[in-house]
C-alpha cells in the first residue's frame, strides 16, 4: 500500500502495530477470516473494523479514493454489514438468524462482505453458538470482525476461531496530537474533539462536521442555563439537543436513497428489503452514536467542573468554554458537581437500555439542575 494512498488503515497512526499488522495482512492475501479486536473503550477498535472493511473489498488494498473505499468510509456499502446489540441484555437471536442467513448470499457491489460485531461480549450463549460454525468455515469471500473489551468475558470457543488483535489504550495526549496533525488544529480543540468523540479518527470527523459540534454546543448551553431554567425550560431544551443531534442524519439518509435508488433495477424484492433493514439499522446505531456523543459532551463539562471545584487552575478539556465552567462551579460544590456526574452516567445507562433519548436527557437535565444547586 503505497503511503500517499489516504485509507482509513493508514489514519490509523495511534495505533502504529496493528496498522502494519493488517496492512500487512491486506496486502500480501493472508487476511484472516475472523479477526477479534480486543481493547479498552476508546482505543479505536471500531475505526479499524471500518479501515480493514475497506481495505479487504478495495481492489487495491485500501485507495482510499474508489467507489468502494468511499462507500466503506461513509458507512453506506452494501457489503459490510454493522451489528451492535439491539436488547439492554445483548444480541437478539433475531439478530444472528439474520446474520446467518445473509451470509450465504452472494455480495451485492464486492467481491466479498465484511460483517462487523460490536461488543461480541455481549453475544449470548445461544446466539453465539449459532455463530460457531460460521465463523469456523466461512464461506469464501467472506471476513467477520468482532470487537470486545477482553477475552476473558467472552466465550472460549468464540475466541479460539478468530484472530485476536490487542489494541492498547491511547493517551489523551497522543491522540490530540494526532487529530491535530491530521486536521490542522490546535491541540486544546483536539483534545476536547477526542474526549467528546471517543477516538483520534471519530475526533477528526468531529472536527470536519458542523452539525456534530453544533449539538455539543448545544449540551453546553443547555446545562449552563439549568440553574435559572424552569421545567419548561428544560424540557425545551431537551428536545432542542434531539433535533441536533439527529441533524447529521439526514445526509446519511439522503445517501442510502440514491443508494436504494441505484439498485432498485438490479436487485430481487428480497434483497432490497434486505438493504431497507440495514439502512434503518444504521440509522438507529448513527442516531444513538449522537445521543452518546452528546452526553460525553455533558460529562466532559461537569468533570471540568469537578476539576476547578478543587483546583482553579486545573488542566481542563472544554478550554473554549472556561467561562461556562466558571459559571458552573461558582454555582454549586463539589457534591453538586459529582452528582451531576452521577446524572450524565446514569442518562448513558438508560440509552444503552434502551430508554427513549428524549426521556433520559430530560431525565439527566433534571437531575443535574437540582444537582447544580445544592449548595
Known sequence: ?????????????????????????????????????????????LDAAWA????????????????????VARHTHPDVHYYTPESATGYLIAQTRELL?????????????????????????????????????????????????????MLPTIVSRCQCVPFRLVSPTVAARAVSRATGQDLARCRMAVAVAGSPTRGIEFLKSAERQDARRQMVRAIDSLIAADE???????????????????????????????????LSRGALKQLEDRNKRELNARERS???????????????????????????????????????????NVAGATRALEAVATAERNIARNVTPQLAIEVMLFDIRKALKCR
Open 290 to 332: 449522537g445521543i452518546m456523543e452528546a452526553l460525553a459532551s455533558a460529562r466532559t463539562l461537569m468533570r471540568d467542573v469537578l476539576l476547578t471545584l478543587q483546583d482553579e487552575a486545573a488542566d481542563v478539556v472544554n478550554e473554549d468554554v472556561r467561562d461556562t465552567i466558571g459559571r458552573l462551579a461558582a454555582a454549586t
Open 1 to 45: 500500500m503505497a503511503p500517499a494512498q489516504a485509507s482509513l488503515l493508514a489514519k490509523l497512526d495511534t495505533q502504529e502495530r496493528v496498522r502494519d499488522f493488517l496492512t500487512n495482512a491486506v496486502a500480501s492475501g493472508r487476511a484472516s477470516h475472523a479477526y477479534l479486536f480486543l481493547g479498552a473503550p476508546g482505543a479505536g477498535k
Open 52 to 71: 480493514l472493511a475497506q481495505a479487504f473489498l478495495c481492489e487495491q488494498d485500501g485507495c482510499g479514493a474508489c467507489d468502494s473505499c468511499v462507500r
Open 101 to 153: 442467513d445473509d451470509v450465504p448470499l452472494a455480495p451485492i457491489r464486492a467481491k466479498a462482505k465484511v460483517y462487523i460485531i460490536d461488543r461480541a461480549e455481549q453475544l449470548r450463549a445461544n446466539t453465539a453458538n449459532a455463530l460457531l460454525k460460521t465463523l469456523e468455515e466461512p464461506p469464501e469471500g467472506v471476513m467477520f470482525i468482532l470487537l470486545g473489551t477482553s477475552a476473558d468475558v
Open 232 to 266: 419548561a425550560d428544560v424540557l425545551s431544551r431537551a428536545k432542542s439537543l434531539i433535533v441536533a443531534v439527529k441533524a447529521p442524519l439526514a445526509e446519511v439518509k439522503s445517501t442510502q436513497e440514491k443508494v436504494l435508488e441505484q439498485n432498485a433495477d438490479y
